[in-house]
């Protein structure tokens, strides 16, 4: 075994007895991401010098028993839309290319906090906005299952890297499924907390209703061990929530005995792959055989989320990226006219095609004549979607189906018709539209490639989605398998 394969509760205890130092750590993670990062291309920037000085640091203050942070001395990734103060954030766009940030963002300066080192930024699909990491303007990210197919999106790079073994976990953004969808095509565990309880501060907007910063990692144990580290209040967050964060490790322990699961029917109906759809269900049958109970139930409304999220979302891009003007930072178009040359020349050239469509679909929603026929109206669709979601939870603890309708496709097979693509998103949009959490782990193989099951709890209660995916984690072997690069 390498220093790679070892959970985060793992390397602690072993950086703890120094048995393995942070020196050591980082070297086998650089090493590791330099021996694959040619196929995978989950990194667009490395941190390598000062991630190797970090290292030195917090082994002298191994040695000396200082009082260290939860995750002193591990290396993590960190997804190009979350600001790292003095490290290039591109959002995988051209417009932001010179781009370095002079603070850092809320989860930055916690995962600081605890002792984190940054080993570099992740690519993905540029603004966050795609399902596939194709977007990206500066690399297309491989799935490290079949790097002839996509990771998935937009968090593809931050999925791939743990993966792919190069990180020990990353961070990632879910507004419709970015998280989670990528968890699920890589084989790996991604959480998407209730919205409010990670800070957006920091994190580059795209749609500020939907985004949440969330772990990718290997385990339930290391997403519970992330989130306890990066969870929490913030007064530069108006949409921070201020509840109290428990122990989210501890809550793994018990068990799901009487544990009352919904499974909606519209999950597990038309379009989703027949293989994935076994899958859930033999997933369903070892938590019955844990003393859980399931049955079908119906959430109404998911039809009509995939179109309510894109004009939302859209509109919220719209305003959003209205900062990005060639004026106050990023990358200046040469040679303009006059200001509104300078704006047109400098976001023609700095956006790619998929977020030019959003602007220009989000600014039609929201413009005078179609604003109440659009936008207005699928706010009252958000509002029965998560009626039909309060509803669910009055008789169950959790819901759970496929986090995706099929598992990962090949690279370019779907990139020019944004329609098909956008229904990818179809089985995680309405959890992101209700605001509540949600973690995506292994529950199988289908043809070769990971199928993600998706665990869907009430707002806030984190707790029980994790317990449940652990235990369900424990009572199989599917986190275990690991892609061959």
Known sequence: MTPLDYTLAELKQQLSARTLSATELTDAVFARIAATDGTVQAFLTLNEEQARAEARRYDDKYIQGEGLGALAGIPAGIKDNIITEGLRTTCASRFLDNFVPVHDAFVSRKLKEAGVITAGKLNMDEFAMGGSNENSAYQVTRNPWDVERVPGGSSGGSAAAVAAGQVPFSLGSDTGGSIRQP??????????????????????????????????????????????????????????????????????????????????????????????????????????????????????HTEYAVAAYYLLASSEASSNLSR???????????????????????????????????????????????????????????????????????????????????????????????????????????????????????CGMADGLPVGLQIIGKPFDESAVLRAAHLFEQATEHHKLRPQL
């Open 183 to 300: 968890a699920s095509y890589c084989g790996i565990v991604g959480l998407k907390p209730t919205y409010g309880l990670v800070s957006r501060f920091g994190l580059v907007a795209f749609a500020s209703s939907l985004d949440q910063i969330g772990p990718l990692t290997r385990t339930v144990e290391d997403s519970a061990h992330v989130l306890q580290a990066i969870a929490g209040h913030d007064t530069m967050d108006s949409t921070s929530a201020n509840v109290e964060i428990p122990d989210y490790a501890a809550a793994l322990q018990g068990d799901v005995r009487g544990l009352r699961i919904g499974v909606p029917k519209e999950y597990m109906g038309e379009g989703v792959d027949p293989k994935v759809k076994q899958a859930v269900l033999d997933a369903l049958k070892t938590f019955e055989s844990l003393g859980a109970t399931w049955e079908e139930v119906s959430l109404p």
């Open 324 to 442: 990005f003007d060639g004026v106050r930072y990023g990358v200046r178009a040469e040679n303009p006219d006059n200001l509104i040359d300078l704006y047109f020349k400098s976001r023609s050239e700095g956006f790619g095609s998929e977020v030019k469509r959003r602007i220009m679909l989000g600014t039609y929603a929201l413009s005078s004549g179609y604003y109440d026929a659009y936008y207005l109206k699928a706010q009252k669709v958000r509002t029965l979607i998560k009626q039909d979601f309060d509803q669910a939870f009055q008789k169950y603890d959790l819901l759970i189906g496929p986090t995706a309708p099929t598992t990962a496709f090949k690279i370019g097979e779907q990139i020019n018709n944004p329609l098909q693509m956008y229904m990818n998103d179809i089985l995680t949009i309405p959890v992101s539209l209700a605001g509540v959490p949600a973690i995506s782990v292994p």
